[in-house]
């Protein structure tokens, strides 16, 4: 099938690309290169050093002997959207186009406003974009297994039915995201549902865990086919963050108690459950939402994980629990279902342990790249709009 | 109280202005004058001719005998909401600042991006506004009861109590709007609901039903006090559309079968509710959601309404249905709640029939105006992205 990534300069996007190339589909890709403008704004880089969106696309070139069709823009430009679209004219779109950080969303106005913007606005003009160019496209939109917050209930994928006052009906499961980003991705599934009601358009929605790990099989050992990794407050997610303090021996930075419990997917995994839902349609006018994560762990026990597996590879750490800059519950229930990707026939690799260890050993080359930026280590961004470095507790 | 009109130039903001000074409130206001703009837009004009907004600030103070604090400007520009925040230091504020017709939004990707981009993105300007300007104001935002839907269930006033797989708890209750214009309404509640628990602002949502009336009690009678009257396509609503049309002896344009059912208040009445708004805030940090409306009716027993008030008055029209331009439900369940305006002391006027003679006397002055503007009556804008006349149907 012929694949458009909308955002494939990203730590998901660029390994996609090579994962759905393998698969046999054709690729082509857009981005605005932003990510690389925001973690340099962050005061951060990528542990793992990634090379020019150029070299990449002479890489893959190199590697998979085929071009991969680039367009350097913004979603916010709809004329840049249309043209690209009926350029490529693909059979799925991937949407990977979003600002993807929490913390970075509740910097400030600016930065809020700039995440909605980017996120709604843009997701907007894609749904506006598809009706008009390729209304029969196969949209995948990442949305986030955070839009559904943590309810005292468990989570189903997207839709319930449920009995209210003697009458019953089926309906969008509450969202209550913890976030300006996650809001994003909630009013972007929103805008999704009302497109495909109204204009048949086709979409699946993944509510998609914390995605970890620093490669995905076979992904062809060239430099320039590396993904990203990142570890600063914004743009580096748990385990990532916890396996980049780990090789520099910087003690794992656990938020609050650590008893939050969140659902985590590894990378190959992702590009595993992307390329299903990809090869596994659904109807027109068909909404449909995934939750796409392996297993839930709490924030505590990750740490400990992480702890173990670098013990054994020799490195010693301590787990430190600092003050949570984010406004999160403690302590809750939480039990989503993942059932529908497993039904698509997703296998997780399972072995987490095992994913860390790799990762470990991937970011222990890349230890000064992580010690010269290792003040972005300590968040600072506070859900009441201050910065105040987060000081550790016990 | 001091209380900020953000929207203070349109249908709603300009008598609520006048009704909250009668009231012994102090009332500023802020408005971009957008809204004059949209309908001259539409090919249409107010069938109530209204003053220009220095007009209409003149004749306030020759009534009332104080100045009113006007503003011109966007939610859009942040430095200047944060301003106009700074100078007044309001009490409260009303937000009547968003764009407030569907099938605006529908009409084509520009219409749909600035409809969104207007009403989320200036929505999350003022809250941040709020936040850091004056983060113990009281936020009136205005919804709409096109929020929820047409669900198999009875509506609650925001949230619900409900039990799945024997777990209970007290969440929002599922939107599904019908247009991008009531997503947006959408989006906005639900930043609104974040920002009240991460930073403790307090808001009242109100869920709004269709508002219908040409004038409130005691409006002084000077022409600049008048508010405007729409009955195009996209700015007038279905009451208002018909007394229009009756007074024209031009059929009654009824969507589809007319058996949609909608909530539907008068302009008086909206003015009463969103003052017992007013003057019993929330605490802080509570965000509360007040389903505000008189009571529901199908579109076609409202059609039957206006025919009868206006052969009561010698004017013979009939009731015509067109092909339904919306994408909506036909039949339906439709129970909403409305209790908590009640609770605090919310006395519907009542007399619909009343007000409809009193809406149809008002018009029959400005019958030139209407027939002037007459090809506005048959909408064209369809949900689906085009533009075609709706046909007459049996």
Request: glycine letters at 8%.
């Given at each position: 099938?012929?694949?458009?990534?909308?955002?494939?300069?990203?730590?998901?996007?660029?390994?996609?690309?090579?994962?759905?190339?393998?698969?046999?589909?054709?690729?082509?890709?857009?981005?605005?290169?932003?990510?690389?403008?925001?973690?340099?704004?962050?005061?951060?880089?990528?542990?793992?050093?990634i090379c020019s969106i150029n070299d990449r696309?002479?890489?893959?070139?190199?590697?998979?002997?085929?071009?991969?069709?680039?367009?350097?823009?913004?979603?916010?430009?709809?004329?840049?959207?249309?043209?690209?679209?009926?350029?490529?004219?693909?059979?799925?779109?991937?949407?990977?186009?979003?600002?993807?950080?929490?913390?970075?969303?509740?910097?400030?106005?600016?930065?809020?406003?700039?995440?909605?913007?980017?996120?709604?606005?843009?997701?907007?003009?894609?749904?506006?974009?598809?009706?008009?160019?390729?209304?029969?496209?196969?949209?995948?939109?990442?949305?986030?297994?955070?839009?559904?917050?943590?309810?005292?209930?468990?989570?189903?994928?997207?839709?319930?039915?449920?009995?209210?006052?003697?009458?019953?009906?089926?309906?969008?499961?509450?969202?209550?995201?913890?976030?300006?980003?996650?809001?994003?991705?909630?009013?972007?599934?929103?805008?999704?549902?009302?497109?495909?009601?109204?204009?048949?358009?086709?979409?699946?929605?993944?509510?998609?865990?914390?995605?970890?790990?620093?490669?995905?099989?076979?992904?062809?050992?060239?430099?320039s086919?590396?993904?990203?990794?990142?570890?600063?407050?914004?743009?580096?997610?748990?385990?990532?963050?916890?396996?980049?303090?780990?090789?520099?021996?910087?003690?794992?930075?656990?938020?609050?108690?650590?008893?939050?419990?969140?659902?985590?997917?590894?990378?190959?995994?992702?590009?595993?459950?992307?390329?299903?839902?990809?090869?596994?349609?659904?109807?027109?006018?068909?909404?449909?939402?995934?939750?796409?994560?392996?297993?839930?762990?709490?924030?505590?026990?990750?740490?400990?994980?992480?702890?173990?597996?670098?013990?054994?590879?020799?490195?010693?750490?301590?787990?430190?629990?600092?003050?949570?800059?984010?406004?999160?519950?403690?302590?809750?229930?939480?039990?989503?279902?993942?059932?529908?990707?497993?039904?698509?026939?997703?296998?997780?690799?399972?072995?987490?342990?095992?994913?860390?260890?790799?990762?470990?050993?991937?970011?222990?080359?890349?230890?000064?790249?992580?010690?010269?930026?290792?003040?972005?280590?300590?968040?600072?961004?506070?859900?009441?709009?201050?910065?105040?470095?987060?000081?550790?507790?016990?």
């Amino acid at each position: 099938m012929k694949v458009l990534i909308a955002g494939i300069d990203g730590y998901l996007g660029w390994p996609l690309a090579q994962y759905l190339t393998q698969r046999g589909h054709v690729v082509a890709g857009i981005d605005a290169l932003l990510r690389r403008q925001w973690v340099t704004e962050m005061g951060s880089d990528s542990a793992i050093p990634i090379c020019s969106i150029n070299d990449r696309l002479a890489g893959y070139e190199k590697c998979f002997g085929q071009e991969l069709l680039f367009r350097e823009g913004n979603l916010l430009d709809y004329k840049f959207l249309k043209e690209s679209l009926a350029e490529f004219q693909p059979d799925a779109i991937v949407h990977f186009a979003e600002m993807p950080s929490a913390p970075y969303s509740m910097i400030d106005q600016e930065h809020s406003f700039f995440t909605q913007q980017n996120n709604v606005m843009g997701s907007l003009n894609l749904l506006w974009a598809i009706k008009e160019v390729c209304p029969e496209t196969h949209l995948i939109k990442l949305g986030t297994m955070g839009e559904y917050g943590t309810p005292n209930l468990d989570i189903p994928e997207g839709f319930f039915e449920i009995e209210f006052r003697g009458r019953k009906d089926v309906l969008p499961f509450p969202r209550q995201a913890g976030s300006f980003y996650h809001w994003s991705k909630v009013h972007d599934s929103n805008n999704t549902m009302f497109a495909c009601r109204i204009w048949g358009l086709k979409a699946t929605d993944i509510m998609q865990g914390v995605v970890f790990g620093t490669r995905i099989d076979n992904d062809g050992g060239d430099p320039s086919l590396r993904t990203r990794l990142d570890f600063d407050q914004c743009f580096g997610t748990a385990i990532n963050r916890f396996c980049c303090q780990a090789v520099i021996e910087h003690p794992l930075t656990v938020y609050g108690g650590g008893g939050q419990i969140r659902g985590f997917i590894p990378l190959r995994d992702s590009m595993q459950c992307v390329a299903l839902v990809i090869e596994n349609p659904p109807s027109m006018g068909e909404y449909r939402v995934f939750n796409q994560f392996d297993r839930t762990y709490t924030i505590e026990a990750l740490a400990s994980l992480v702890q173990v597996a670098a013990s054994d590879l020799g490195i010693n750490v301590v787990i430190q629990n600092y003050e949570n800059p984010r406004t999160e519950m403690a302590k809750h229930h939480y039990n989503p279902d993942r059932n529908r990707l497993v039904e698509l026939g997703y296998k997780p690799f399972g072995n987490i342990v095992g994913e860390i260890k790799i990762m470990l050993d991937d970011l222990s080359t890349w230890r000064e790249r992580i010690i010269k930026h290792k003040q972005v280590l300590i968040p600072d961004i506070r859900w009441d709009g201050s910065r105040r470095p987060s000081r550790g507790i016990n």
